[in-house]
């Protein structure tokens, strides 16, 4: 039981910030285990990036006359990026502290991201994603509740985006994520609550429900429904859908109450065709399968550098699995020096993210991990010193594996 439990906690995407948790719930047991026969080849910061996959939704966002018709395609993008949880069992691997990752879709899709793993406990993600028309950016921790039967993910963070030609600034949160038969049948994921997309000079808003999954109930699994509403709260858009298939959204004609006429429906959002034979190479989709190609001009810390993550790619699983242990081994050792200076010298001391800087938000006052748009000029001159030592050259690989 106890091991099902740290495996789960392990396999979910989302979970894989609980780091040492695992630890603690389950010790040295874990060491029993290849872990990496668990993983899928990459990051969970390449996975946090996969939220960009339906990233054309945000540029149709901004291009809209009205933020009321823009609040429609970024509902849709926030359901999105649940899709691929109802397949997708596999965990990514923990980030070190420290470690990044860019994608950049300039040349076709307009726009490029860079994440970074900016603290280790708690864990917590930063992701940055820039448009010529639009900014989008999200920090992104978790909390978790076990209840016997189920687990319960409530993650932490917002989601902003701001269209740079109108200067509107939009926020979303993410629902709770809810895995079922952790310890004894098939595991299975559903997603609950609500979401909303609000609009902060305006105050125009949308919320989408995300119905919890019942045995007994007739209605369409995984369904989601919500409304879009105008700055003084009358019904614009109405909206439905599934998060593992598509969303749409009809136009209200007219209402009384919660009586509302309205247009034909119209598409906003269709999972894309998966790949064939995706069951073989962890479902992972047209985008996902993209992220670890390799790129000798990003930085040593990127995700892609990883050696147990390329060892795994290439099927090398006990190298793999030595790999991972022992990076993970020199994190630790990183951290007891730096608790010891701490301790020595004091708060300045901490670790200090490279990439992303901690500032309040205007419109939120809520802190938050802001790019501090350094990495690309960096880039550009490969002027990577400030960047830490989370890998190893060749010699030290063939001696770790």
């Avoid at 989302?14 to 899928?40: A, Q, R």
């Avoid at 339906?54 to 999105?80: F, H, K, N, P, Q």
């Amino acid at each position: 039981v106890c091991f099902k439990l740290s495996l789960f906690l392990e396999m979910f995407a989302i979970s894989s910030l609980f780091g040492d948790t695992v630890d603690d719930y389950c010790g040295s047991i874990l060491d029993k285990f290849d872990d990496v026969n668990f993983n899928e080849p990459i990051s969970f910061l390449q996975r946090l990036t996969e939220d960009m996959e339906y990233g054309d939704l945000l540029t149709r966002a901004a291009e809209c006359a009205t933020v009321e018709e823009s609040l429609t395609y970024l509902s849709a993008i926030a359901v999105s990026s649940y899709a691929t949880t109802s397949c997708r069992t596999s965990k990514p691997f923990n980030p070190l502290l420290g470690e990044t990752f860019e994608y950049d879709r300039t040349d076709d899709m307009g726009w490029r991201s860079f994440a970074e793993q900016v603290s280790h406990h708690p864990p917590v993600s930063a992701l940055h994603v820039e448009h010529d028309n639009w900014i989008y950016y999200q920090d992104f921790s978790m909390t978790s509740k076990f209840r016997g039967k189920y687990l319960q993910v409530f993650p932490i963070g917002t989601t902003h985006f701001i269209v740079k030609s109108t200067g509107h600034h939009y926020t979303w949160n993410k629902v709770c994520t809810t895995v079922h038969n952790i310890i004894v049948g098939k595991l299975w994921v559903d997603q609950s609550g609500e979401i909303l997309v609000k609009e902060h000079k305006t105050g125009a808003s949308a919320r989408v429900k995300f119905h919890p999954y019942s045995y007994f109930s007739r209605e369409t699994p995984r369904r989601v429904t919500g409304s879009v509403l105008s700055p003084d709260g009358s019904p614009k858009f109405e909206l439905q859908g599934t998060w593992d298939s598509s969303m749409s959204c009809a136009e209200v004609l007219s209402s009384e109450g919660d009586n509302w006429d309205t247009a034909e429906h119209q598409t906003r959002w269709v999972k894309n065709t998966p790949l064939e034979d995706s069951d073989k190479i962890y479902n992972f989709t047209a985008m996902a399968v993209t992220l670890n190609e390799p790129d000798e001009e990003v930085a040593p810390t990127d995700a892609r550098r990883r050696p147990d993550q390329r060892l795994m790619e290439e099927q090398k699983f006990p190298a793999a699995n030595n790999m991972k242990l022992t990076l993970e081994e020199a994190q630790r050792t990183r951290r007891r020096a730096r608790e010891a200076k701490i301790a020595a010298e004091g708060p300045s001391a901490k670790y200090v993210p490279k990439w992303f800087a901690k500032r309040e938000c205007e419109i939120t006052g809520e802190e938050i991990w802001r790019f501090t748009d350094e990495y690309w000029q960096c880039k550009q001159s490969q002027t990577w010193d400030r960047c830490p030592s989370l890998y190893m050259d060749d010699e030290q690989e063939e001696d770790a594996t």
